[in-house]
């Protein structure tokens, strides 16, 4: 036996997840312009994944393993980050790119794949699906109708003949218009 309300729930969660996210991005796009937040995940040695915000944009970026063998006592030195190849003003701030990194003074460089996107488009990707829940909840939520499904209730007072919930609130007399 399956809850009728599960989907609701879940589509509910995944709006709540949304919101969260679409605010986490709101912070970081107002965060871009005073400084970068970088979040660096190393998959192994020279080998990692990187999420940067500035400048109004999210910066993805893959660098792959280093190829060539490094030996003991080479010097290492940390590149900095955001790379930001190709990233332009140019595109929305839009841009797909491969370049390289240099971390060791005698190996060739390390490949590296990344991407922008600006945080406004972001923010409206997220923002969407919330956006159209609360709409949906608010279209519902006229008098004299259903909360559960929106339908109109004035034949029908103790329960809803669409969606067999109970009606909690009284239906309002006949002659009151529902637009």
Known sequence: MTDPARPRRISALLCAASAALCIAILVLWVRSYRGCDVFLQERGPRDRLTLSSEFGLLVFEVEWPQPATIQPGWSYFQNPLPRRFGV??????????V???RHYLLLPPTEL????????FAFLLTATPPALWFARRA?????????????????????CPECGAPVRVSAPPANFPIF
């Open 113 to 120: 794949w990344g991407i922008s996107i600006p945080h406004w």
């Open 139 to 159: 279209q519902r939520r006229r008098p004299g109708t259903c909360p559960e499904c929106g339908y109109d209730l004035r034949a029908s007072p103790d329960r």
């Open 88 to 97: 332009g003003r140019r595109n929305l701030g839009f841009a797909a790119y």
């Open 99 to 101: 370049g390289a990194a």
